[in-house]
């Protein structure tokens, strides 16, 4: 869930014609399916495929559809040994399969997406404690540019065409997602066996984002470099045990800074599809 106030203004040849403040709300529903797939005892293939649902009180629309499908990889690259902490190694690549906010009508569409193809790596450690576990983590993420766009921006300033400049906007030919970076770190403790409370804090930040723009009746691109962003977000999670090898886990998040969600809900468990997390039994 986001909240935001927007400014919405239209300044032609350095007069301010018309200023308005909208309130912007919106929700957002994800829904993804992850698989895994141990190919050995270091070493595990993962798959994602995320559906989301959209609804914006400003644009007054909704949006579902495909999310952004994505693999990864974990690797930990040496055994286990007392005193030492372990180290795992994870690499991921995430495709562009929703629908991108950078080709749809940005005045009245959603997207489900975020528009480019990304790959990041990045390591993470724990401490037994008994019966505490520390765990922390650091990742770096690289966005792939983004070329041949066509989308008209700045051409009104909500999807009644109210605000903006009403007089043909700029088109967004290209962009560059830039670096993003980030780290973790948290612990859990187990009450008993069937119930444990996880509290963690995450911290990211995006850098380089750049835009380049056409103007009408121009050929050359004018570039524009975003600010950087900062993304904190404090997390409580609790896990509890509800048959002899299933774990529900219920996650609430809430967003530390100015670009992070206000509220983020999380529910995860376990699926048997087809019988394939079920284990042989002994002849």
Known sequence: YYRDSQINSSIQDGQLYQLRVDEDASHTIS???????????????????????????????????????????????FPLKAGRLPLILFGSLSTKTGDSPYEINADKDLSTGKGYYSVGVGASTRKYIDPVVLFASV???????????????????????????????????EFDPGMTAGFSFG???????????????????????????????????DEYK????????????????????????????IGLTEDSPDISLGLSFPLDILGFGKKKKPN
């Open 31 to 77: 829904n993804t399916f992850t698989a895994q797939y141990g190919v050995r005892d270091n070493l595990t293939f993962t798959a994602s495929v995320p559906f989301i649902a959209k609804s914006d009180n400003l644009k007054d629309t909704t949006a579902a559809g495909l999310g952004d499908i994505s693999l990864g990889a974990r690797w930990e690259p």
């Open 139 to 173: 990742s770096g993420n690289y966005g792939l540019k983004e070329t041949d766009l066509n989308q008209v921006r700045g051409n009104s300033g909500n999807a009644n065409g109210e605000g903006g400049a009403q007089t043909g906007g700029q088109i967004l030919k």
């Open 187 to 221: 612990f859990a403790y187990s009450f008993n066996y069937d119930v444990s409370m996880t509290m963690s804090y995450q911290q990211s930040f995006n850098m380089n984002t750049t835009f380049k723009y056409q103007k009408p009746g121009q050929t050359a691109l």
């Open 226 to 253: 975003a600010a950087s962003q900062s993304s904190g977000m404090f997390a409580i999670a609790l896990g509890v045990r509800v048959s002899p090898d299933t774990i529900v886990n219920g996650t609430v998040g």
